[in-house]
Structure formats: C-alpha cells, structure tokens
C-alpha cells in the first residue's frame, strides 16, 4: 500500500512539474516580410491586438517575439502604410520556423483631383486638432527596448542598450516619468564623450513635432502622394521650412490619424511611426533617428591622434537611435508610478550590474543592419567578444 502510495505521490509531482514547465515554456514567433516582388520591408508592425504586445521587422524585414502558451489562439496583426493588413492565429506562425510573409499592395484612390480638394495646411491642422481623440490620451506604461551607438570616424565606438518603462499621458501632455528596468553597454572607445541633457528616452519624446503643434503649422505644406493603411486612403503631406528643415506627415483622410512622421534638420533625421492599440487609438511602435556631425576635438586628444597621424582639427561623429516598443500596458492598477530619477540623466550615468539572464529570456527585436555592424565592428576592431564587454563593463 504504501508502495501505491508512494508512486501515486511521485506521480503527481512529475504531473505538475510538467504543466508548471509546459506554461512556463513559450512561443517563438519569427520571419521575414517581404513586398510582392521579394523586396524586405521595414518596420512593419506585428501585434497581437488583443494583448497590445508586439513588435516591428527591422530594416531587413524580419521579425521576432516571443508569447506565453496560452495566447496560442490569439491573431497577429501585421500592418503597413501602403500594404493591406494581415492576420494570422499565434499558433499558425509559431509553427513555422521562419515564416515567409507576402504583402500585398493596397492602392490609394485617390487622385490629383482628389487630393488637392483640401488645402495641406487645413488637413495638418485637422489632425493636430484630433491627436487627442485619436491616440492613447491617459496615463500608460510603454514597454520600451532603447538602443544607442556612437561612431567616429566612420569606426564603431560605443553601443549601450536599456529596457525601460516610459510614463507617458499621450502627445497631447508632458511625459511623467521614466523607469530603466536593466542596461547593458560595451566598453567605451570614444575620443570625444558628450552627454546628453537627459536620457536618450526623453530626448526622443521632446523630440517628437506631434507634441509641439504651433510647430508644425508654422511649416509650408504640400501633398506630395498617396497611399492606404488598415484600408484608409492616407495623405501623404510634406512640410518645408528655411534652414533645410522638413516634415513628412501621413494623414489618414477619414480618421486624419497621423499614423508616421519623418523629420530633417541640418544634422538630424528622425521617424516615428505609431500603431493601433485594440481600441483604435494610436500609440508609438518604433523610432530612429540619427545625428552626423563635425565635432571639435579636446587638446590633449588631438595632440595624441596627430602623433598617430590624424589630419584636421575635427572629427566625424554619428550618433544612431532606436527604440522598439513592445508592449502597452493601459491598466493603472497594474503600473505605479514615480520619480526613478532616469528621465534626466544620460544613458551612460544610469549604472546596473549585467544581468545575462533577462537579456537571453527577453524578446528582442532583431537588429538592424547598421546595429549588426556597429556589435561587429565593437568586437573585431577591439578584440574582444561583446559579451565579455558588457560581463567587464556593467558591474
């Protein structure tokens, strides 16, 4: 009896352990969206709508993230301005290895006649006047991945990540806070080290012309094309400026949902392109933006890279920026909100010991191009793999 007992007992256990490592274990969900002629195309949003979790393909199309099991029956929704919307169940991609996703061209119809039947400038300030009905306009909890890279020279330098909670009340208010939750850089080869005024998180959101509205009408529009997003003819509307300055707005024609924005100045070029939550509203998915510039070098510095045989008196600086958003939180009871004391300082003064095992387990968007350069050259230039940058650096 007590031998029936005791399997009885050992099976249980072996039972739960089982289910407990079956619901822990999750769904990788990866591949490659491509236009109809095989082209790759970036930044494609995938969502699952239903849980506001997602990410976008890089700038090769490819995509990956991971979910719990038990959202195997949820839908994938993979959108972009131009192409028609597709969906497909969780389980459907996670049962492919690398799947193969084919956008189909959506056409706009919208004329010449069509689009010159509203003034630019008058369809600009009809969005700026719907920001706050069309977008997340309480306080949320983004889930962001935040990379940024230095390079001098034309040689890779400087590579620092950070995963963060950002406190945000929509574009039409000021951002509350800023949580970096972990951070990992490489070792620091910069000959020049210039420190931002604030994080790199809260730059971006300052940043963004969405927020500053007298801004943008102060541009000179006009419509420069058209296209289609989630079946919506959309806008496309160019602002100029003197001093080189520019602005790309695509503007839905029935919602006016400003759903991508493309700004250039003299030394900085910047993209932000928003996605819908599962009521409608639109929120940030992803960023980039990158600064080139010619930067005077310190004395002693360049007295050391003459003996080397540097020519000039300045360098060539590059600074990339990324951020993927990967989730949206919306419920208040489940975030709490402070001061963390991030939203101000450089990225590079935020200091956490390397935690190895979150960034293996978190669902990383997959790198760009320049990004894979920028890790290769950090490695090959310097002898020494990344990983025991960040296991040297980040204590």
């Known amino acids: 009896m007590r031998k029936i007992l005791k399997c009885m007992f050992c099976f249980c256990v072996l039972s739960l352990c089982s289910n407990l490592n079956a619901?822990?274990?999750?769904?990788?969900?990866?591949?490659?969206?491509?236009?109809?002629?095989?082209?790759?195309l970036p930044y494609v949003s995938?969502?699952?709508l239903s849980e506001n979790i997602g990410t976008s393909s890089n700038d090769e199309g490819y995509f990956?993230?991971?979910?719990?099991?038990?959202?195997?029956?949820?839908?994938?929704?993979?959108?972009?301005?131009?192409?028609k919307t597709q969906e497909f169940s969780v389980a459907k991609l996670a049962s492919v290895a690398t799947n193969k996703i084919v956008m189909e061209e959506?056409?706009?119809e919208l004329d010449a006649v069509a689009l010159e039947s509203i003034k630019a400038d008058l369809v600009v300030k009809k969005a700026l006047q719907s920001l706050e009905q069309n977008t997340v306009n309480k306080l949320h909890q983004l889930k962001v991945?935040?990379?940024?890279?230095?390079?001098?020279?034309?040689?890779?330098?400087f590579l620092i990540e950070q995963y963060a909670n950002l406190y945000d009340n929509g574009l039409t208010k000021p951002v509350t806070s800023l949580e970096i939750v972990e951070s990992r850089q490489s070792e620091d080869y910069r000959s020049l080290f210039?420190?931002?005024?604030?994080?790199?998180?809260?730059?971006?959101?300052?940043?963004?012309?969405?927020?500053?509205?007298k801004r943008v009408l102060s541009f000179e529009y006009k419509q420069i094309g058209a296209s289609v997003f989630n079946n919506e003819d959309v806008r496309i509307i160019k602002g100029t400026k003197e001093g080189d300055k520019s602005i790309i707005l695509y503007i839905g024609t029935d919602t006016y949902k400003v759903y991508k924005?493309?700004?250039s100045a003299r030394n900085l070029k910047g993209t932000y392109i928003f996605r819908e939550n599962s009521k409608g509203k639109l929120y940030l998915s992803y960023h980039t933006r990158v600064f080139n510039a010619m930067q005077k070098l310190p004395p002693e510095k360049l007295k050391q890279m003459q003996k080397q045989g540097f020519k000039g008196k300045r360098m060539k600086v590059s600074y990339l920026h990324e951020a993927f958003i990967l989730g949206i939180n919306m419920e208040r009871k489940r975030f709490k909100v402070k001061d963390y004391g991030h939203a101000?300082?450089?990225?590079t003064d935020i200091k956490m010991p390397y935690n190895k095992a979150f960034w293996e387990t978190l669902p990383m968007p997959l790198d760009t191009k320049l990004f894979k350069k920028i890790k290769r050259e950090l490695q090959d230039n310097y002898g020494v793999p990344l990983e025991e940058q960040y296991q040297a650096v980040n204590k």
């Open 23 to 40: 619901q822990g274990q999750k769904l990788e969900i990866e591949g490659i969206i491509i236009d109809e002629s095989g082209e790759p």
């Open 261 to 263: 924005v493309e700004t």
């Open 145 to 157: 991945l935040y990379r940024r890279a230095s390079s001098e020279g034309g040689k890779a330098k």
């Open 106 to 108: 959506a056409v706009s």
């Open 194 to 213: 210039v420190k931002q005024n604030g994080h790199a998180l809260s730059v971006m959101t300052k940043l963004n012309p969405l927020r500053y509205p």
């Open 64 to 83: 990956y993230f991971s979910v719990a099991q038990g959202l195997k029956s949820e839908t994938v929704t993979i959108s972009s301005i131009g192409y």
């Open 46 to 48: 995938v969502v699952i």
């Open 344 to 347: 101000n300082a450089d990225m």
